[in-house]
């Protein structure tokens, strides 16, 4: 119809009609350009908002996950270090905390899971993850998702050869059966701690996994523990905007 209009005014010469119908098509033509983007802007944050809640739950079983592993780990290095204290400073065996002995029995007992996040997996594989709006957020996934994909190999070689105190030194322990956590394993119920002031070869194995379980509880455990709260913090402070967005929206839609 509007063509039709321009060649009636191309025929009579009438350059002002023209003009003006040229204008309206253009102005069509941009404001449907503006309403495409407008939807599809409107359809991302849709998605996006999507894609968040379900980034934080899945940061929300993680950290459930890994709730008291790093606490474990700091208490028996910590333990491990007051043994130390004991075989090479002359430390009265009696002063050590409650749980000494079961926390050095078990001091090279460590593993990083490496929490999957699905969302942030499916983002990444189809390119997605420029569709999350915040540079923070998208920047935090970013480093997680490295940390954890090579934290296995990374992390692989301080274990190595890393004893078990226990076996090599049976003599320098009481164990019983534990079948309270619903798995069996060995707990030691009784350290003799002068014996193993006198057994250099001990104080020695005692220094090596003390040393690598600090190493692993600082650059491993509590790290991975700093990247998952980086985000979740993040989340929590997207998700309230995404809230009070949703909020004002339906406020301006009510009648």
């Not at 003599?171 to 019983?176: A, I, P, R, W």
């Amino acid at each position: 119809m509007i063509f039709s209009r321009i060649i009636h005014h191309l025929k009579t010469q009438n350059w002002t009609a023209v003009a003006i119908e040229f204008v309206i098509v253009i102005a069509g033509v941009v404001l449907g350009f503006q309403v495409t983007a407008w939807n599809e802007e409107r359809q991302d944050r849709i998605q996006e908002g999507a894609y968040l809640a379900r980034l934080h739950a899945e940061i929300v079983d993680a950290e459930a996950g890994r709730l008291g592993l790093l606490d474990n780990v700091t208490r028996r290095v910590d333990h491990a270090s007051a043994v130390v204290e004991v075989i090479y400073d002359g430390r009265d065996p009696a002063t050590l905390p409650d749980g000494a002995c079961t926390s050095i029995s078990r001091l090279g007992i460590f593993y990083l899971e490496g929490y999957a996040l699905p969302t942030l997996d499916e983002l990444l594989a189809t390119g997605n993850l420029g569709i999350i709006g915040d540079d923070a957020l998208r920047r935090a996934l970013i480093s997680y998702r490295g940390f954890a994909d090579t934290a296995a190999d990374r992390f692989s070689d301080i274990r190595v050869d890393m004893p078990n105190l226990v076996r090599p030194y049976p003599h320098l322990f009481s164990t019983v059966p534990d079948r309270q956590s619903g798995q069996l394993r060995r707990a030691a119920t009784d350290c003799d701690y002068l014996a193993m002031r006198d057994d250099e070869s001990f104080g020695a194995d005692l220094l090596d996994v003390a040393a690598r379980a600090g190493f692993f509880r600082m650059t491993a455990l509590a790290e991975e523990d700093r990247r998952l709260a980086a985000i979740h913090a993040a989340l929590d402070s997207l998700l309230g905007s995404h809230d009070d967005e949703a909020r004002h929206s339906e406020a301006g839609m009510t009648p």
